[in-house]
Structures are given as structure tokens and as C-alpha cells.
């Protein structure tokens, strides 16, 4: 099981965002609704916590808080009490102390990028968190051109069909793929997911 915890940056000086975070992410968790084991919510102070099944869910959404730049994040990967409480803040399991774990190390200023991996197999996880930094450090340094294109290139989805849509050249659109390193994220996120299984204590190569 997946558990991740996001801490808000500078809450006092900036004002607590945590409900517009839960608005903003309602589309998203009604899209991931299958690996939903208990949704966001806020936990204490300005913190939002979830539970996930997913390792590819826990990914996306721990790149995606990185985007948004407020949060430092922590993934708990491991075992939970089951059955689960209702809320997230009512359950209990060695991935919420991890996920506890992880967001304290995350926004430290020891982490590179403030994304942090703590599992049932410490190894895996140290393997994790350098990878998710890894993408995350691409995720932060991805300009406002390359979102517009890595938005729309959605599975199926042709470059031709993104050019269009953009009113610009597929030369345009496939320079902005390359600097924007999206092909390279692409292959990088099943290994990063494996390595979260791992961490959670699954069987299997990474």
C-alpha cells in the first residue's frame, strides 16, 4: 500500500492552501478513483494525506504535487491495518509511519528536491527516493511550453494532433517533447513504480 503525505511550504507567510488543493485535485482522484483506498484529506495542520493501491498512482501524484511547487512530499510505502478506518487520519500502518518518516526528511533542507521514499525495505527505498527526486528535478525544471505540450500528449494522442491544437509546427511541438524530456520520463516512471512496490516489500525485480 501506498501512503502519501504532502506538507505545505511556508503556510504561515503564504496562508494555509489546502482546501483549494483538495478542489484542485478532485478531478484527479475522481480519475484515479480505482487506486483510491482512502482520498485526500487534511490531516493536521496543513498537511493532506491519502491512500493509495497504486505504486504508478502514488508516482503521479507525488510529480504532480512537485509541480505545483507548494508542497514537499512524503511516500509511505508498506503495510496498513486492515481493515482501514474510514479516514485516512483514523488508520494506521507501518506506510503511515513511513509516509510520516518521508515528509519530515522531504522538507528538510537535505533532500535535493523536497520528494522523499520510506518503505518496509529501506534499500528499495533509498533506490526509490533517488530516482522520484530525479524525475521530480525534471518535473520542477519543465517551462511553461513544455506543460502545454506534455498536458495535451496524452496516450493515443499524435504530436500532429497537439500541433494543431496549439496552432504551432509538429517541428515546434516535437522540440518542445525533447526539452522538455517527456519521452525520457515516460521510460523512467515503471521503474521508479517498481522500486516503490519494492519498497512497499514486494517480490520482484526492479
Known sequence: MMVVTADQHASK???????????????????????????????VGDEVQTVLTSAETALDLALHLIRLGDWAVGVGAGAVHEPLAATSRASSGPAFVHARTAVERARGRGEPVPVVVAGDDPEAAGDASALVQLLAAVVQRRSAAGWEVADLLAPGVRQKDVAATLGISEQAVSQRVRSALLEEERRVRPLAARLLRRAAGEKGEA
Open 13 to 43: 507567510r503564504r496562508g494555509d492552501m489546502v482546501e483549494n488543493l483538495l478542489a484542485d485535485l478532485a478531478s484527479w482522484q475522481a480519475s484515479h478513483r480505482k487506486d483510491v483506498a482512502l482520498p485526500l484529506e487534511r490531516t
